[in-house]
């Protein structure tokens, strides 16, 4: 298979034509409303790209490479991140929907989530260190024995995190959170 690195180009729609019988590596590369909707990224590598109104979903990403990309107002539904390939894997989001994707036994550097939704997105045995999810949606988000130490969740919606199966020693909460996430153990909070 042929391989063509690219480097330092922007892409606005209909401007990114890709060659299956080729695998790309993309640096410092802009990419502007493109679709990649139900594409084969496997073995693509992208490092220090960023993705802006972009729509990825259901896209394969078997051995893909995230390497300091970031993915600014995306639809990302039901991305396999868990097949990407794990060497570098550096990414943030924010303004994107995430919904019904996987993070599986990931190692995720501390990684931000902004303004995201997360519905129904599974983080089992994902390693989320130091990582913040500020005012996302968590509605039926998994996490399930993920490392969430020092992580935080700062106003977000739907938090479900047990506390006995997952390790949450210096996850931060902020207050507009608290209360929704004391509410599944049936705990409230009275103001005086």
Known sequence: MLFEHIKDQTYQPDELFLDPAKLYHFENCQFNACSFAN???????FTDCVFTSCDLSN????????????FIDCKLLGLNFDACNPLLLQMSFESSNLSYSVFQNLKLKPTLFKHCNLTEVDFTQTQLSESRFIDCQLFNTVFQNALLESTQLIDCLGINVDICNNYVKGMALSLNSVEEFLSQYGISIINE
């Open 39 to 45: 594409t084969s990224l496997a073995s693509y590598q």
């Open 59 to 70: 896209s394969n990403l078997l051995d893909t490479n995230f390497a300091e990309v970031n």
